[in-house]
């Protein structure tokens, strides 16, 4: 089973040509602010929808993200799942 890291590569790349560049650098610059610290060693089935509340919740708390930053964030994830599930890397429950 493939880590975020891996799998985060591959969603950029399916993604990039429906994406203006802009995007793409504010997507890899969360990735690497908010999400590889996290989640980037983590095999994608050990990550529970707890997980990421908690990290969210992180995120607004500590980090003082405002609600739109981390949902914004949270989406790279959202994306990256739906892809391994199109990839059937992973199976939807």
Same mark, same amino acid.
């Given at each position: 089973?493939?880590?975020?890291?891996?799998?985060? +590569?591959?969603?950029?790349? $399916? @993604?990039?040509? @429906?994406?203006?560049?802009?995007?793409?650098?504010?997507?890899?610059?969360?990735?690497?602010?908010?999400? +590889?610290?996290k989640f980037g060693s983590t095999k994608l089935c050990?990550?529970?929808?707890?997980?990421?509340?908690?990290?969210? @919740?992180?995120?607004?708390?500590?980090?003082? $993200?405002?609600?739109a930053t981390i949902q914004k964030t949270r989406s790279? $994830?959202?994306?990256?799942?739906?892809?391994?599930?199109?990839d059937k890397k992973l199976l939807a429950k």
């Amino acid at each position: 089973m493939q880590t975020v890291d891996d799998y985060i +590569k591959r969603s950029f790349a $399916l @993604n990039r040509e @429906n994406r203006c560049s802009s995007t793409i650098y504010g997507h890899e610059k969360n990735y690497a602010k908010y999400i +590889k610290n996290k989640f980037g060693s983590t095999k994608l089935c050990n990550i529970s929808s707890q997980d990421i509340t908690l990290w969210q @919740n992180n995120l607004q708390e500590k980090e003082r $993200l405002l609600k739109a930053t981390i949902q914004k964030t949270r989406s790279i $994830l959202y994306t990256m799942f739906e892809d391994a599930i199109d990839d059937k890397k992973l199976l939807a429950k």
